[in-house]
């Protein structure tokens, strides 16, 4: 079951009843885009038919980013379940995101990055960072390539739930991606079934992992 974290109370509380899902992005903060992208990915697999919308001027270039496009409204929804916003000041349930300082050449070096720092926490994209998170990235780039020259395996269904109960829980991306770094060090795990594992993973998380495929 996906829990939020509700400012309301200080606690973290499951989605509102039924399988529909109204996101609201309350501006156009780059950060706030990526959380909210997460979020109809983790509640799209749980089974939730999410809407996410946005007003004018949000950010562009987004598609860079992996983010799917959001429905764009003339003003905020009166209605939404769930605000992605800079504060908690709304009266529904809200993700107060705080925006990311620093900018990154590299999309998807930027929301690699921004998951791997808890969404309600301060992000700067330093250098350091940003360098950090390349070296991550195609590291598991490189290692999803190898794996494709392997015999094809079932992917691993312990890690695949451990990593999904991890972004249930409140989006806990940076236990996600620790789970893709333990898993992709596990000797007893077979690499087909790595290759599985981080594409099944990949279609939540949206890093491209598998980009590298073929290329050698």
């Known amino acids: 079951m996906l829990r939020l974290h509700d ?48 007003t004018p ?27 992605v916003a800079e504060t908690a000041d709304r009266d529904a349930l809200c993700l107060a995101v705080p925006q990311e300082t620093g900018t990154s050449p590299d999309p998807l070096t930027a929301r690699l990055a921004m998951l791997e720092v808890p969404y309600r926490e301060p992000l700067e994209l330093s250098a350091r960072r940003l360098s950090a998170a390349a ?38 991306s940076p236990a996600a991606l620790a789970v893709l770094d333990r898993l992709a060090a596990d000797p007893d795990v077979p690499p087909g079934a790595k290759l599985e594992t981080f594409i099944h993973l990949d279609l939540v998380l949206a890093l491209g992992l598998v980009s590298a495929i073929g290329q050698a």
């Open 57 to 83: 001027g949000a950010a562009t270039g987004l598609d860079d980013y992996n983010v799917q496009p959001f429905e764009v409204v003339d003003d905020v929804l009166p209605d939404a379940d769930v605000y």
């Open 135 to 172: 070296e991550r990235l195609d590291a598991w780039r490189g290692e999803v390539a190898e794996w494709a020259t392997s015999p094809g395996r079932p992917m691993n269904r312990g890690y695949a739930a451990e990593a999904e109960a991890a972004l249930a829980d409140d989006l806990g």
């Open 7 to 54: 400012h309301r109370t200080g606690r973290t509380e499951a989605l509102p009843a039924g399988r529909g899902l109204r996101v609201q992005v309350v501006d156009g903060a780059y950060r706030r885009a990526v959380v909210a992208d997460l979020l109809r990915r983790v509640a799209e697999r749980a089974g939730h038919r999410v809407l996410v919308a946005s």
